[in-house]
């Protein structure tokens, strides 16, 4: 089965010659498999051959002609003709935690459109909730539609973009959480979170992380039979990831819940199922059953999914065996002094250090500690107050919050910082892996916040510099994107003898990212201790100590794994100062 996918909003027939009719090889045998209807192209999918000159020739990339991997039932939803197709559906299972993975513009907002009555589904045509059921009937799946079509589901959504929230409410939190509060648990909810004291703030004035555990207290507060959290870690420090994952699995102990998430560790910690979503973004998503969530996410970082016999990719994402790294004899780029900062209410101490030229140095503590500050003095954007920081490198920043306040192309923003811009070095180790070549036409307000993030991150490395400073490079960014993001930043770093520092909350970034780590300490709103860079061993330790938790290797994917608190092996490596290994993986 083949289906055709043209984006509306790319596609513009007045600015073309409307080369996808006009090179359509059965077009020009006489058959009317691309005509055009109100001024826009209609694909036919029975008569297209998928020989792909349309996808080709279309100078907006507007097309997208997609082999189904296999066989299929008509979709449960789709977008009307040369639309978006979904096929499958989760499950929500009252007393769980379920997860759904997969990238970006799969459908997971199709999905919970679906499952919270918003959206009917059309089985890919015109289908009344009569015709859904019957196609489900016999199942967990049909009975709940069977209560969501009868309007007996309650949903309660928290949404993934939550810098948009000040955009359609303003006034106090107090005004926000105070009109969700339908299970009176509210009052507990601001202290596990940590926000009691942002009630009589202006939603307006907050941070993303503060923005971010609003959103989560306003969606647990409600009384819902079906909870949805789109992405709860961006703008979250570990600490607080922690806090909201039993939050949530607490939430989950007489209802259905259910999460997107982008943060493998969180997700393997939260979720006890999860369901894989594969496809091709923007044409069409397949949902997998439910998996156990260990076994699904080493599914998704091998590539291969054994039930449904499909490759999602050519090559699995891998993790390094052991926990040291071999230090490089490398001469410093910079070797700064101890400085300070000092805000009214927070100071900043910054231990003296050395930075190498040519690599990658992860930084990692709570929220509230520093960690943008450090980066800010570095750059130059901030001042010390004692212990000047003198140094005449060229520095490259990505800040933590990204504004598209520019109509300006990704090509025309691109191409004004690099100017290796049409080199086959670019396009092929920068613009391609960070998966921007369909965006490079499009405005940087059109885009999403993962699609800013990626501009925003190839910007950075895109300018002559010797040091880059990346804030946060992970946000709205999915497995596949980070893991791509990473792999890029390490080439750059390798290829360029340019020193990379990356500010980041995920862990598997960080592990795949960083040759040496800088750990934060302090108490978080008020003073923060930036330690010098140590080598990955010692700095996780010394990182993972503090917070209390420990990882251990998985034995296939070798990826870290959060132990389960107070369990053998947790107990075992607390003992042994082991907080990132156990003994005998490192």
Request: glycine share 8%; net charge neutral.
């Amino acid at each position: 089965m083949r289906i055709a996918v043209i984006n509306r909003d790319r596609c513009q027939p007045r600015k073309c010659s409307k080369e996808c009719e006009y090179f359509c090889p059965p077009v020009r045998t006489g058959d009317e498999t691309i005509v055009f209807v109100d001024g826009k192209p209609v694909i036919t999918e029975n008569l297209c051959v998928g020989c792909g000159i349309c996808v080709r020739k279309c100078p907006f990339g507007a097309i997208t002609i997609t082999n189904l991997p296999e066989e299929m039932e008509n979709p449960v939803h789709r977008y009307g003709q040369n639309g978006f197709a979904l096929y499958g559906l989760p499950v929500p299972v009252a007393g769980k935690v379920t997860g759904l993975l997969g990238p970006n513009g799969i459908g997971k907002s199709t999905a919970v459109s679906i499952m919270s009555g918003v959206l009917t589904p059309n089985l890919g045509a015109r289908a009344t909730w009569e015709q859904v059921i019957a196609r489900f009937s016999g199942s967990a799946l049909g009975d709940y539609l069977r209560k969501v079509s009868e309007k007996g589901v309650k949903t309660s959504y928290k949404p993934q973009y939550v810098d948009r929230i000040p955009k359609s409410f303003s006034g106090p939190v107090r005004d926000l959480l105070e009109r969700t509060d339908e299970r009176g648990a509210l009052q507990d909810l601001l202290q596990q979170l940590g926000i009691s004291h942002l009630l009589d703030r202006n939603i307006s004035s907050l941070s993303g992380g503060e923005l971010q555990r609003v959103a989560i207290a306003a969606a647990a507060a409600r009384d819902a039979d079906f909870y949805f959290f789109d992405e709860v870690s961006p703008y979250l420090d570990i600490y607080q990831r922690i806090n909201v994952a039993r939050i949530l699995q607490s939430l989950a102990e007489d209802r259905a819940v259910m999460v997107v998430e982008h943060d493998l560790a969180l997700l393997d910690l939260l979720a006890e199922s999860i369901h894989l979503i594969y496809g091709v973004p923007g044409a069409y998503g397949v949902i997998t059953r439910p998996k156990g969530v260990r076994v699904g996410i080493n599914q998704y970082l091998k590539g291969f999914f054994p039930e449904e016999n499909v490759r999602v990719r050519s090559e699995a994402i891998e993790f390094e065996v052991h926990a040291p790294r071999i230090e490089k004899e490398i001469p410093p780029l910079i070797d700064y002094p101890a400085f300070t900062v000092d805000y009214p209410g927070f100071l900043l101490e910054a231990e003296a250090g050395v930075i190498r030229r040519g690599e990658v140095v992860g930084i990692l503590g709570p929220n509230g500690i520093g960690k943008s500050t450090y980066i800010k003095v570095l750059a130059g954007v901030e001042k010390p107050t004692s212990g000047g920081l003198d140094h005449q490198l060229k520095v490259s920043y990505k800040p933590q919050y990204l504004k598209a306040d520019s109509d300006v192309t990704v090509q025309g923003l691109l191409r004004g910082v690099a100017r290796n811009f049409d080199s086959s070095y670019y396009q092929s180790e920068i613009l391609k892996p960070m998966g921007l070549e369909s965006l490079i036409d499009q405005t940087l307000t059109e885009l999403s916040g993962g699609e800013l993030q990626r501009v925003a991150i190839t910007a950075c490395l895109s300018r002559e510099a010797d040091l880059y400073l990346l804030d946060e490079p992970s946000a709205h960014l999915d497995v596949e994107q980070r893991m791509l993001a990473a792999k890029v930043m390490r080439r750059f770093a390798e290829s360029t003898e340019k020193t990379v520092l990356v500010v980041d909350h995920d862990i598997y970034l960080i592990d795949l990212l960083s040759e040496r780590l800088m750990v934060f300490e302090g108490r978080p709103g008020a003073l923060g201790i930036a330690r010098p860079p140590y080598e990955m061993r010692e700095g996780m330790n010394a990182f993972l100590k503090g917070i209390g938790i420990t990882f251990r290797r998985d034995e296939e994917t070798r990826r870290p794994r959060v132990n389960k608190p107070n369990s053998r092996l947790d107990r075992m490596q607390k003992e042994q100062g082991e907080y990132y290994y156990s003994p005998q993986e490192a």
